[in-house]
């Protein structure tokens, strides 16, 4: 350290003679310009009605809702990323998946806190797998990504419940099957549209098998969901 | 070495060490987050020393800094100088540059995880054939067989167990009382993966074998392989014979393919032994706790619960008591002709 100290001495020896005021220091920063997000440039939303903050979010919600449903390349979802519409089809599966009521000593269904566990830790170990596999996407939006692509399984949930309220056992079953299966390549496909772009092209196998292993994960426990009576 | 030369000479390596030129010329006063999240897949170790390094040349900088506006030029406290703003300002400063330090140090968390990325460096190719390959085990004891060190397919390998033992347990209705399907089928197979990895590693470094905690790793991660393929064929066909044969045929290949690498790695006949014997071991017995603790239902919980509802397989597993009872009868009927010819006699 005395080494440093006497260094710059050194250094700032040749300066004396520059005329700076003594009371102007040089101050300022080094700053690398890094991209800034955009909220500096708009107006400031602090001063609107709440009314119009919930509507906004909700729009945004919403729309990011109908990208998954058709899936096309577009970079929507990963650009604005939030975790609203993950967080809201997290909690609905999990409210629909707890059937199974206290008294009975027979598991019914996986309890709240499994299914919110299983989605979050799930879409986090996915998302560290496609950083460590070389992908271009960051964590939130991986995280966002994976959670919106839950919906076509949400809606395989209602359709499930729906059709155990009635009809005969067997029947119920194979339709539920097919409703299953059907929400879960759709999830799958949807999440890989989004993923597999960023990943460099050899390597996209290698993503989307742990995604395709968390849909049939969360697809299984759809599936095997039986309400106790 | 380099932490305290600070902005100095860090030419301690003997091949003449990093340019501090170069390391100086691309950072910045402040520390860009951004720069953090480097995925150009350059050399690892290279790259966490370079972090390493910048970081603490930037401490050590805003030290040199901080001490310099203190002492002054002439050695005056700049605050006594009258200017109440900039005492204010360099507070500030201060406080910024902590905070971001710290935030830097809570941010090596991340850097951490660069440390895996090697490890993830895998082809889809790559991974196909090393499934396959674990199921093929090689003759070659004499040299060191070469184990690959990858935890992509191990980790996968391992879900997957998960999946197919919750599919298991769905299926045979397992009941379990305290604690949750998910969190046991998770706690089983990840217990087991990294639980008997470091326990044969332990072995293995009493025994002066010449392998790694990764390599160990990967190989029993590539051997639940064996497993996946048998629990997921016999929780679907209930047959116990069937699942004896796999249990041997499939079990058997994929624990001879670990254990000839293991020994191949070892010197000496205890050594080999101890260290065969008791991965083997484990392996087969995993296999076996798998199919029965988790496909059966124990007879316990079901008393309990209720009668009737007994699903096909409980009929099947019967083998044991009706030899017991068979060798009961025969021994009372040896007995009784035995006493009846005494008593004759």
């Given amino acids: 350290m005395a080494q440093v100290e006497e260094t710059s001495k050194r250094m700032f020896a040749g300066l004396s003679d520059v005329s700076i005021s003594g009371d102007i220091p040089v101050e300022g920063e080094i700053n690398v310009p890094v991209g800034t997000p955009s909220q500096d440039k708009e107006y400031s939303t602090l001063d609107e009605p709440v009314k119009d903050t919930i509507l906004r979010d909700l729009k945004a919600v919403g729309k990011k809702f109908v990208h998954v449903m058709y899936p096309k390349k577009s970079s929507a979802l990963l650009r604005d990323w939030d975790l609203w519409g993950p967080l809201l089809l997290c909690v609905t599966l999990a409210l629909m998946l707890q059937g199974g009521s206290v008294d009975s000593k027979e598991d019914g269904g996986p309890q709240f806190a499994e299914v919110f566990v299983i989605i979050w830790f799930g879409s986090v170990i996915i998302t560290l797998n496609s950083k460590l596999l070389g992908g271009t996407i960051s964590f939130f939006q991986s995280l966002c990504v994976l959670g919106y692509c839950i919906m076509p399984l949400t809606v395989a949930m209602v359709v499930c419940r729906l059709v155990l309220l009635g009809g005969s056992w067997g029947f119920s079953f194979i339709v539920r099957l097919i409703v299953v299966t059907a929400s879960f390549s759709w999830s799958t496909f949807a999440s890989t549209a989004f993923l597999a772009d960023c990943q460099p092209p050899n390597r996209k196998a290698l993503v989307v098998y742990p995604v395709f292993l968390f849909y049939f994960v969360i697809g299984w426990m759809i599936l095997t969901f039986s309400p106790s009576a | ?345």
């Fill in chain 2, 1 to 345: 070495m380099a932490s305290s030369d600070g902005n100095k000479n860090t030419n301690t390596e003997p091949w003449g060490g990093f340019e501090d030129n170069i390391i100086q010329g691309t950072g910045s006063a402040v520390i860009d987050m951004e720069n953090m999240d480097d995925t150009s897949g350059s050399s690892f170790e290279d790259m966490g020393e370079m972090h390493q390094r910048m970081k603490e040349e930037e401490e050590v900088a805003d030290e040199a800094e901080a001490t310099e506006e203190e002492t002054g030029e002439d050695g005056e406290f700049l605050g006594i100088k009258g200017i109440k703003g900039q005492l204010g300002r360099q507070v500030a400063d201060e406080v910024w540059q902590a905070g971001k330090r710290q935030a830097s140090k809570a941010f090596n968390l991340y850097a951490n995880i660069d440390i895996l990325r090697p490890y993830f460096d895998v082809e889809p190719m790559q991974v196909r054939n090393r499934l396959i390959e674990s199921m093929i085990p090689i003759r070659m004891i004499n040299f060191p067989q070469k184990i690959a060190g990858e935890l992509y397919g191990p980790m996968m390998l391992v879900f997957t167990l998960v999946a197919i033992l919750l599919h298991g347990m769905k299926t045979s209705g397992t009941v379990i009382r305290e604690g949750t399907l998910m969190g046991t089928a998770i706690g089983t197979c990840f217990g087991y993966w990294l639980g008997v990895s470091s326990f044969i590693y332990f072995l293995a470094y009493l025994c002066n074998a010449q392998i790694t905690m990764l390599q160990m790793l990967s190989l029993l991660g590539y051997g639940l392989f064996g497993h996946c393929v048998v629990l997921f064929v016999t929780y679907n066909v209930h047959f116990h014979s069937l699942f004896y044969i796999l249990w041997l045929v499939v079990g058997g290949l994929s624990t001879l393919r670990m254990v000839a690498a293991v020994i191949s790695r070892t010197v000496g006949q205890t050594p080999r032994l101890i260290l065969c014997g008791t991965l083997a071991a484990l392996h087969m017995l995993f296999l076996l706790y798998l199919h029965f603790a988790y496909h059966k239902i124990v007879e316990g919980i079901l008393d309990t619960l209720e009668g009737p509802n007994m699903p096909p397989i409980q009929r099947v597993a019967r083998d044991l008591p009706v030899v017991a009872t068979a060798a009961m009868n025969a021994v009372n009927a040896t007995v009784k002709t035995l006493v009846q010819h005494i008593s004759i006699a």
